[in-house]
């Protein structure tokens, strides 16, 4: 694991000590109290070529 470095919160510009570089622990709970959300499933329709895509010309040599 990295080590624990001082840093300056990118969001309110206060000394804080963090593994990585971001927000602090205090601004990073406020973005997920106002940001967050519960996640959601998204569909997506099957993959189909379109009509002018032909196959590679080398494995269709004969």
Known sequence: MA?????TCPRCQSL???????PCDRCRG????SLG????EVKVAAYEPK???IPNQVATRE
């Open 30 to 33: 406020e973005l997920r109290a």
């Open 3 to 7: 080590d624990a470095v001082e840093i």
């Open 51 to 53: 009509a002018n895509v």
């Open 16 to 22: 804080t000590t963090a593994d990585f570089y971001g």
């Open 37 to 40: 959300g519960v996640g959601r």
